[in-house]
């Protein structure tokens, strides 16, 4: 399958789990890493899955590479149908009211013109234990499953 994985970031934290992500799946899939700073609404694929990795940052705000994609999609208003995403949210629950709102904002924005979330939307909390690619990764498999089937 097609799988291309997209990063907003503000300090790397997303481009990190973003390439372990792409090597986690390369022997099965056609992989791609690329940053939402640099990408083109009409690059979502609309064979395969598109994956989103996105922090959170100020109140609640988009991470700073995410931003140029969000005006893009606003100013465009694609139509992002047949566009299917997961989407994997990073945050901190210090920030108890903008709890991983960066990811929830993307999400919205991607379903608010069509496209289609799969999965839920887990957030890691960089506040607790837990490894961001230890929770991604067994959550993305069962998306993938979930396709394959
Ligand atoms: C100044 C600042 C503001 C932040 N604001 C939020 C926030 O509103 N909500 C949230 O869930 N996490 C927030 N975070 C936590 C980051 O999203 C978290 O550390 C994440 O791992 C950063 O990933 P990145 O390096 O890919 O940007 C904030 C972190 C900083 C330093």
Redesign the pocket.
């Known amino acids: 399958m097609n799988i291309a994985i997209f990063?907003?970031?503000?300090?790397?934290?997303?481009?990190?789990?973003a390439e372990d992500i792409a090597t986690e799946l390369e022997d099965q899939h056609e992989t791609s890493v690329a940053n939402l700073a640099d990408t083109a609404p009409d690059a979502l694929l609309t064979e395969g899955l598109n994956v989103i990795?996105?922090?959170?940052?100020?109140?609640?705000?988009f991470?700073a590479s995410a931003k140029p994609f969000v005006e893009k999609v606003q100013a465009a208003k694609p139509d992002l149908t047949g566009v299917r995403f997961a989407i994997f949210?990073?945050?901190?629950?210090?920030?108890a009211?903008?709890?991983?709102?960066?990811s929830m904002k993307v999400a919205e924005l991607l379903v608010a013109h069509g496209a289609e979330a799969l999965g839920d939307r887990p957030?890691?909390d960089?506040a607790g234990d837990a490894l961001?690619e230890d929770m991604a990764l067994p959550w993305l498999e069962e998306i993938i499953g979930g396709l394959d089937a």
């Open positions: 990063f907003g970031t503000e300090t790397g934290n997303a481009e990190m789990l990795v996105c922090s959170s940052y100020d109140d609640g705000d991470p949210g990073l945050g901190d629950s210090e920030y009211d903008t709890y991983g709102f960066g957030v890691h960089a961001p």
